[in-house]
């Protein structure tokens, strides 16, 4: 069965850093496009970054530069570095799998707040 | 990277169908035949309902329905039922091998 666990959410102040995982289990992750979505409470869906097959990597303009997504192939694991966290990066963040976006995680929640 | 244009919200009563637009531009919607659609209740992750524009991943009932018209791409749920309330999203390649996603449609089932 194809299963996707975030972890690593939680509060942090403006400017502070976070890293989010996504835990792959049913598939292997490195054989598939890869994506992170945020989603404000609130408002709508929000792409975010993905990491292809071929190791590439691609970011929204609104955290390009700030934000780095990886993959770690002996942990089956997707990963988002999150450094100089805004306020407007409050959100539910998703990793979804495969250009559909066949499956989704459950969602972890990050809150930037001082 | 501007959000692909949906309606705010759409209502239907049980048996009845409805279309949801997605309005996009040549750079997004209308470069590839690369739009899926998404389900989601409160509180849910999204669900892939349409994939390629008018594809539907195995499990996924027969009353939905996908299509596209240069740079708007629609979904057509027919036969409405009350479980169909819940927000749905359009969403796009583009050009830049960025992904675009619409605003997100509310659909209530009166």
């Known amino acids: 069965e194809v299963q996707l666990v975030e972890s690593g959410g939680g509060l942090v102040h403006p400017g502070g850093s976070l890293r989010l995982s996504c835990a792959a289990s049913?598939?292997?992750?490195?054989?598939?496009?890869m994506h992170w979505v945020r989603q404000g409470i609130g408002k709508g869906l929000e792409w975010v970054s993905v990491?292809?097959?071929?190791?590439?990597?691609y970011y929204s303009d609104s955290v390009r530069g700030r934000f780095t997504i990886s993959r770690e192939n002996a942990k089956n694991s997707l990963f988002l570095q999150m450094n100089s966290l805004r306020v407007g990066d409050t959100a539910v963040y998703y990793c979804?799998?495969?250009?559909?976006?066949?499956?989704w995680g459950q969602g972890v929640l990050v809150t930037v707040s001082s | 990277q501007s959000a692909l244009t949906q309606p705010a919200s759409v209502s239907g009563s049980p048996g009845q169908s409805i279309t949801i637009s997605c309005t996009g531009t040549?750079?997004?919607?209308?470069?590839?035949?690369?739009v899926s659609w998404y389900q989601q209740h409160p509180g849910k992750a999204p669900k892939l309902i349409i994939y390629?524009?008018?594809s539907r991943p195995s499990g996924v009932s027969s009353r939905f329905s996908g299509s596209k018209s240069g740079d708007t791409a629609a979904l057509t749920i027919s036969g409405l039922q009350a479980e169909d309330e819940a927000d749905y999203y359009c969403?796009?390649?583009?050009?830049?091998?960025?992904?675009?996603f619409g605003g997100g449609t509310k659909l209530t089932v009166l």
């Open positions: 979804a799998r495969a250009r559909n976006f066949d499956y």
């Open positions: 049913g598939f292997t992750c490195s054989s598939y496009d």
């Open positions: 990491v292809s097959i071929g190791a590439d990597t």
């Open positions: 040549s750079s997004d919607v209308g470069a590839y035949n690369y």
């Open positions: 390629d524009v008018n």
């Open positions: 969403k796009s390649y583009t050009r830049s091998s960025t992904v675009v």
